[in-house]
């Protein structure tokens, strides 16, 4: 018995460290529901972008930096219609998105304009946590996301 459990709690160690953000932690701006087809579409919630954790250390792609909260968490009923996350700020924005799944999904600027934007094709049901991050360390910016099944918004 001692010697699975020496293994368990290293295995649980290394879990800890490799996910810097806490998915736990409510959500700083705020959190809904969401089922397909809701309206009003898009979906829009003020934030502000930024924190103190580089988001590099979660994955490939994902950079800026991020508050270990969420900044927004919403849970999401899929139907038959797409889903996309989008950010739009004055500043350079990034976008950090834990999916239902677990995985970890980051873009810079593919909402054009500095602005970031996640498309899910097949979007999972389940709960999505949210950050947005910006370059600046030491700075924050207003911004603001919103969640669609129509399209990117700003596109």
């Not at 290394?14 to 397909?36: E, F, R």
């Not at 350079?92 to 970890?104: F, H, S």
């Not at 054009?112 to 924050?140: K, M, N, Q």
């Amino acid at each position: 018995m001692k010697k699975l459990l020496a293994p368990t709690v290293l295995l649980l160690g290394l879990y800890s460290t490799t996910w810097a953000q806490d998915v736990s932690i409510d959500a700083t701006y705020g959190t809904i529901t969401l089922k397909s087809g809701f309206t009003p579409d898009p979906m829009r919630f003020d934030v502000v972008s930024g924190g103190t954790i580089d988001a590099s250390t979660l994955g490939k792609g994902c950079a800026g930096f991020i508050a270990n909260a969420p900044d927004f968490q919403f849970t999401f009923e899929a139907g038959l219609l797409e889903l996309w996350i989008s950010v739009i700020s004055s500043a350079d924005t990034t976008l950090v998105i834990n999916d239902p799944n677990g995985n970890w999904i980051c873009d810079d600027d593919s909402g054009g304009d500095l602005d970031p934007s996640v498309h899910f094709t097949d979007a999972p049901t389940g709960i999505f946590d949210v950050w947005i991050g910006t370059y600046d360390s030491l700075g924050t910016h207003d911004a603001t996301l919103f969640i669609s099944e129509l399209g990117a918004y700003g596109n």
